[in-house]
């Protein structure tokens, strides 16, 4: 028997960029018994929660569920729009996009990886001017597609895509725009269709609340339309007959039934108008960004994200100082006061360590977050410029959230 529920100190804080810690609601939900996958129930599930994605991704066109983690979405991107040897432009805004670079290379795609140099490109957004002038010098189209990641988990820097779609649009260049919001999606406002992204990637453990398991591609005609030439071999990935076996709810292939379950809950709970639909979801994770940013200017810390407007709703990066391994903070913390926080990854590692501000959290869950860190680093001998907690307890008293509480009925 797994132990995992037991903690000495009543619950574990998981305060980590996803998995985000799942609420009892969408437990509960996984909890009901599992269905036949060809039976007449399923056919109803399926095409509820095919219907409820679509509102979450603001798209009207066909979102394929896959019972996979987000690389496997990436991966199923990829394949479904290209051939091998075309020609992609990423750009480099964290350990994420590198890892997406990664596997666009070992799938036989030659890949052009933009960025500011050293690791300036780990602490911004996406410049979309960089990938403007260098569409406008591709005067043959030899890019067939932009990829980028909405919301870099490894930093917490949210890039803009409306901004990315225009800088696409002013070179008057026809490559695909491939979009990684994988932890964005649900927590940073995302739309599909109005920002022009052709495939949108993103998975369940972040802010659509539910554990690992399945993922998304968020489609667009044009990127159906690139299906049909594209050469690079797929057969899991294809999404020609998950599309159309879809269209009755079903799956070519047994589809993971309990986490859409979860999914259909999660789905009613983001989209209800009493909590304010989407725009509340969102509402309410930049509060928690802000609030969470009052502390750590508070104690005289950097935020891994210079660049205030790119800076997340979803992670706060938080740079330690010269001389502390941001691992042995962490992991101090952890013993002492069962706080999980995310640790540095790639580039910036020992040198940062990472706040979650998603899934099934407030305002106390964060306040707690906040405490574990200011007591480890005063533990580890850092000296804090200030109170972060007195600054976040100020800025969320002073700062009532968008959608009042409820009472249960
Ligand atoms: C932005 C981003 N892209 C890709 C991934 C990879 O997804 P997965 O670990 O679900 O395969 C993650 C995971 O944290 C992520 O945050």
Redesign the pocket.
Known sequence: MLTLDFHPTGRHFLQI??PSPVPDRILRAMSLPTIDHRGPEFGALGLRVLKGIQQIFQTRHPVVIYP?????A?EAALVNTLSPGDHVLMYETGH?AA??DKMATRLGLKVEFLGLPGTEGWRKGVQAHLIEERLKADTGHAIKAVCV?H????TGATSSILAVRRAIDAARHPALLLV?S???LASAEYKHDEWGVDVT?S?S??GLMLP?GI?FNALSPKALAASQTAKLPRAFWAWDEIVEMNKTGYWPYTPNTNLLYALTEACDMLLDPHHGGLEGTFARHRRWGAGVRAGVKAWGLEIQCNEVASQSPVLTGVITPEGVDADALRKLIYERFDLSLGTGLGKVKGRMFRIGHLGDCNDLTLMAALAGCEMGMKLMGIKLAGSGVAAAMEYFAGHPAPVALQKAA
């Open positions: 960029p996803g996979a983690s987000g690389t496997g990436w994420f890892l997406w990641v919301n870099e988990t490894s990684d994988i932890s964005g990637i998975g453990q972040k690992p993922s």
